[in-house]
């Protein structure tokens, strides 16, 4: 906020200096004879008197006169002038020759000094002195509290927008992860409340159709489970007859792509129920290094290819930490199993928990994921066309779950590089409080 304040501050105090310097000297421009009349009315009564005096005294005393004057009009400056010594211009001259004062002008309009005729010979010079050093202090002392005033005035004005619009802010980033039901509850009388309105009728907008969807999966993938148990059901008790050979295999097909149908709408349930922010997570203190054996266990009564060595690297101040054992194991044998389909021969998993949270990694050797995939692999059905891929089968709905899995936590799932040479999946999970 206070960079906004300063730059809004800044932008004023510019344009305010340059308007008290400029627009003045433009008007004293345009309105030249009206300040001159005015000064020469305000002090017709002052000239008339120091002329009277000339007047009424001999001429051999007039600069007598003129020291006595200079003393009682101090600081104030008199000085009786020869007209051709006191370089008039010709516009001058003619005024003085019709009886009338020379005025000349300074700041703001005030006169600087101004000459009354006394005779055809002289003049007599009243000058006004530039303002001491204490009175421009003053004036400068007011430009600086008017200034002070003007930010107090910016900031107390900024403060509610401010607010309002982080408020704005953080409401889209709650709606971005995915808390549909977040609003900015901004009160319509707020300068943005007609803003706020229209984006949290958009965030109703949004958080319906997405419920909708939401439904729909959910609707049928369980409509779908039901005609598929009996498929299998049926496929099964087919195969239970004799039936010749090319039937039995054809049949077994068959089985295997119900099963591979029967998966997908599994993991469909799966990702659409994460969906549901009415399902809170539960929070789990759990041993760090049983709960990581017991995922590795699980993953490596799977791993086809012996090879594969799977290095641990456990670097944890405490041993336990609050999670949900159920989601995090989920998305932990989730990254295992790619690695294991993805990697050359080597997988890392590394812990680390620090105040903030617990990090846990899985790297390995393998293709890796090109920089501008990295993000997209999250989305639920996408997969990248390597040849690779297409030979491990998966319906691309893993990575999209195991993230739904962690923000439903508040955390995070992210792909990297790996410094074996492959991927790296991190996931983080904050402490609680
Ligand atoms: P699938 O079930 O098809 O593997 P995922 O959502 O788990 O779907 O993964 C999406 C895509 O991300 C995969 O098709 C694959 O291309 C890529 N991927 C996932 N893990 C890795 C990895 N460890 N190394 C390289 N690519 C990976």
Known sequence: MFRVLLRLYLITIVTYSAAIFLIPKLVIQLFEHRYMDYNVEQSRGMQKLIVKQYLRAPVERWSQLTEQLSADFAPLKVQLLLRQDASYTPAEEQLLAHGKPVIRLGEWGWMEDISSPINEQFVVKLTIPPDPLDMNLLYWSMNVLIGAALLACLLVWLRPHWRDLERLKSTAAQLGRGNLAERTRIPASSNIGSLAAVFDTMADDVEQLLNQQRDLLNAVSHELRTPLTRLDFGLALALSDDLPQASRERLQGLVAHIRELDELVLELLSYSRLQNPAQSP??????LDEFIDSVLGSVDDELENPEIVIDVALDCAVERFNLDPRLTARVLQNLLRNATRYCDK????GVRVGPDGCEIWVDDDGIGIPLDQRERIFEPFYRLDRSRDRATGGFGLGLAISRRAMEAQGGTLVAQASPL??????????SIA
């Open 282 to 287: 539960e929070r789990v203190d759990v041993v």
């Open 346 to 349: 080597r997988i890392q998993v």
């Open 421 to 430: 040479g492959g991927a790296r999946f991190c996931v983080w999970l904050p």
